[in-house]
């Protein structure tokens, strides 16, 4: 039983491995990043247009609205990738308490895996990436609104 879960997981960090290296400087980074930069200027145009609700209504619900669907997409998007090593990394740490000290061999072999991660570019998405990811959107909205 505990083999078949050993073979199971090490498939899922196979195909980890293969997800990360065709997708890690394709089409993934671009979107992600571009993503942050249109979630930026909405934040930029929500914040400047909120001032004048009352004279233009349809542009500041536009901003307001469009802000709001691009700052849930992207932190949906970075909790469910960053689920993704949470969970991996519970599971290999309560199959480590699992496994009977006289299986030595079964041990090391849980020990040398590692969780899986989604990887973006040069950079993977662990626990702390969705709140990095919107504290950059909104430094970065507070250093355009400075300027």
């Excluded at 899922?12 to 997708?23: A, D, G, P």
């Excluded at 700052?71 to 949470?86: C, E, H, L, M, P």
């Excluded at 006289?102 to 590692?114: E, G, P």
């Amino acid at each position: 039983m505990q083999n078949k879960s050993l073979q199971t997981f090490k498939s899922v960090l196979l195909l980890e491995k293969s997800y990360n290296t065709s997708l890690k400087y394709t089409a993934l980074p671009g979107i992600k990043y571009c993503m942050w930069a249109t979630e930026i200027l909405f934040f930029y145009g929500a914040v400047k247009s909120i001032t004048r609700i009352s004279s233009n209504v349809a542009l500041s619900g536009f901003f307001i609205v469009s802000f709001l669907t691009w700052f849930s997409s992207i932190v949906f998007g970075n909790t469910g990738a960053s689920k993704v090593f949470t969970e991996s990394n519970s599971m290999i740490r309560e199959r480590k308490q699992k496994t009977p000290a006289w299986n030595r061999m079964r041990l090391r072999q849980i020990i040398a895996l590692h969780p899986a991660r989604a990887r973006i570019g040069d950079n993977f998405i662990d626990r702390s990436t969705p709140l990095v990811a919107q504290d950059f959107v909104a430094s970065q909205t507070a250093t355009l609104i400075l300027l």
